[in-house]
Protein backbone atom coordinates (compact mmCIF):
# COMPACT_ATOMS: atom_id res chain seq x y z
CA UNK A 1 0.00 0.00 0.00
CA UNK A 2 1.33 3.21 -0.83
CA UNK A 3 -0.35 6.72 0.80
CA UNK A 4 -0.02 10.01 -0.19
CA UNK A 5 -1.50 12.69 2.14
CA UNK A 6 -2.34 16.09 0.74
CA UNK A 7 -4.54 19.55 1.64
CA UNK A 8 -2.17 21.12 3.84
CA UNK A 9 -1.46 24.66 3.57
CA UNK A 10 -1.55 28.02 5.89
CA UNK A 11 -5.22 28.34 7.07
CA UNK A 12 -6.02 31.21 9.55
CA UNK A 13 -7.00 30.21 13.41
CA UNK A 14 -11.00 29.61 13.35
CA UNK A 15 -10.49 28.37 9.83
CA UNK A 16 -11.18 24.65 8.39
CA UNK A 17 -8.75 22.40 6.25
CA UNK A 18 -9.72 18.73 4.80
CA UNK A 19 -6.67 16.06 4.95
CA UNK A 20 -6.57 13.19 2.24
CA UNK A 21 -4.82 10.26 1.79
CA UNK A 22 -4.98 8.27 -0.83
CA UNK A 23 -4.36 4.80 -1.18
CA UNK A 24 -2.77 2.75 -4.04
CA UNK A 25 -1.52 -0.67 -4.86
CA UNK A 26 -4.78 -2.16 -2.16
CA UNK A 27 -8.09 -0.99 -1.48
CA UNK A 28 -8.29 1.00 2.12
CA UNK A 29 -11.00 -1.80 2.96
CA UNK A 30 -8.70 -3.85 4.04
CA UNK A 31 -7.14 -0.92 6.76
CA UNK A 32 -7.84 0.37 9.64
CA UNK A 33 -5.66 3.77 9.62
CA UNK A 34 -4.46 6.61 11.71
CA UNK A 35 -3.97 10.12 11.35
CA UNK A 36 -0.43 11.35 13.37
CA UNK A 37 1.08 15.30 13.24
CA UNK A 38 4.38 16.10 14.57
CA UNK A 39 4.67 19.47 15.87
CA UNK A 40 8.72 21.10 15.77
CA UNK A 41 10.40 19.87 18.26
CA UNK A 42 7.78 17.28 19.55
CA UNK A 43 7.23 13.68 18.85
CA UNK A 44 4.90 12.19 16.20
CA UNK A 45 1.40 12.03 18.30
CA UNK A 46 -1.38 9.96 16.96
CA UNK A 47 -4.70 12.37 16.86
CA UNK A 48 -7.71 9.94 14.76
CA UNK A 49 -7.93 6.66 13.94
CA UNK A 50 -10.72 4.86 12.71
CA UNK A 51 -11.08 0.73 12.78
CA UNK A 52 -11.14 -1.14 9.34
CA UNK A 53 -14.68 -1.37 8.60
CA UNK A 54 -15.51 2.63 9.85
CA UNK A 55 -17.45 1.73 12.48
CA UNK A 56 -14.90 2.65 15.80
CA UNK A 57 -13.36 5.72 15.83
CA UNK A 58 -10.07 7.34 18.28
CA UNK A 59 -9.62 11.12 18.90
CA UNK A 60 -6.74 12.71 20.89
CA UNK A 61 -7.97 14.33 23.68
CA UNK A 62 -6.74 17.86 22.03
CA UNK A 63 -9.08 17.41 18.84
CA UNK A 64 -11.84 15.48 20.03
CA UNK A 65 -14.55 17.94 18.84
CA UNK A 66 -12.66 20.06 16.08
CA UNK A 67 -11.50 16.94 14.13
CA UNK A 68 -13.33 14.14 11.88
CA UNK A 69 -11.91 11.56 10.64
CA UNK A 70 -13.66 9.02 7.46
CA UNK A 71 -12.97 6.60 5.32
CA UNK A 72 -15.83 6.01 3.43
CA UNK A 73 -16.57 2.74 1.57
CA UNK A 74 -17.07 3.88 -1.87
CA UNK A 75 -13.38 5.48 -1.97
CA UNK A 76 -10.22 4.76 -1.65
CA UNK A 77 -8.86 7.55 0.21
CA UNK A 78 -9.24 8.51 3.85
CA UNK A 79 -9.98 11.55 5.29
CA UNK A 80 -9.72 14.14 8.09
CA UNK A 81 -11.80 17.34 8.64
CA UNK A 82 -10.53 20.23 10.61
CA UNK A 83 -12.31 22.85 11.83
CA UNK A 84 -11.80 25.54 14.37
CA UNK A 85 -8.32 25.42 14.03
CA UNK A 86 -5.75 26.74 16.51
CA UNK A 87 -2.24 27.62 16.92
CA UNK A 88 -1.32 24.49 18.16
CA UNK A 89 -2.41 22.82 15.29
CA UNK A 90 0.88 23.82 13.16
CA UNK A 91 2.50 20.49 12.28
CA UNK A 92 3.53 18.05 9.69
CA UNK A 93 -0.07 15.69 9.32
CA UNK A 94 0.96 11.84 8.37
CA UNK A 95 -1.33 9.29 7.58
CA UNK A 96 -0.88 5.63 8.08
CA UNK A 97 -2.29 2.49 7.54
CA UNK A 98 -2.49 -1.21 8.51
CA UNK A 99 -3.59 -4.57 7.11
CA UNK A 100 -6.16 -6.46 9.85
CA UNK A 101 -9.12 -8.41 10.37
CA UNK A 102 -9.39 -6.78 13.11
CA UNK A 103 -12.65 -4.37 13.73
CA UNK A 104 -11.04 -2.51 16.51
CA UNK A 105 -8.75 1.16 16.19
CA UNK A 106 -5.07 0.87 16.26
CA UNK A 107 -3.63 3.12 18.44
CA UNK A 108 -0.13 2.03 18.99
CA UNK A 109 2.42 3.98 16.37
CA UNK A 110 4.11 1.04 15.65
CA UNK A 111 1.64 -0.91 14.68
CA UNK A 112 1.32 0.95 11.80
CA UNK A 113 2.86 -0.72 8.34
CA UNK A 114 2.39 1.71 5.16
CA UNK A 115 2.88 5.85 5.90
CA UNK A 116 1.95 8.47 4.04
CA UNK A 117 5.05 11.43 3.37
CA UNK A 118 3.09 14.07 5.40
CA UNK A 119 1.76 17.52 4.41
CA UNK A 120 2.46 21.01 6.37
CA UNK A 121 -0.64 22.48 7.95
CA UNK A 122 0.70 26.52 9.46
CA UNK A 123 -2.25 28.13 11.39
CA UNK A 124 -1.64 32.03 11.35
CA UNK A 125 -3.19 33.60 13.89
Known amino acids: VQLLASGGGLVQAGGSLRLSCAASGRSFGYSAMGWFRQAPGKERQLIAA????????FYAESVKGRFTISKPDAENTAYLQIKSLKDEDTAVYYC???????????????????WGQGTLVTVSS
Open 96 to 114: AAKETVSGAVITTTSDYEY
Open 50 to 57: ISRGGTRR
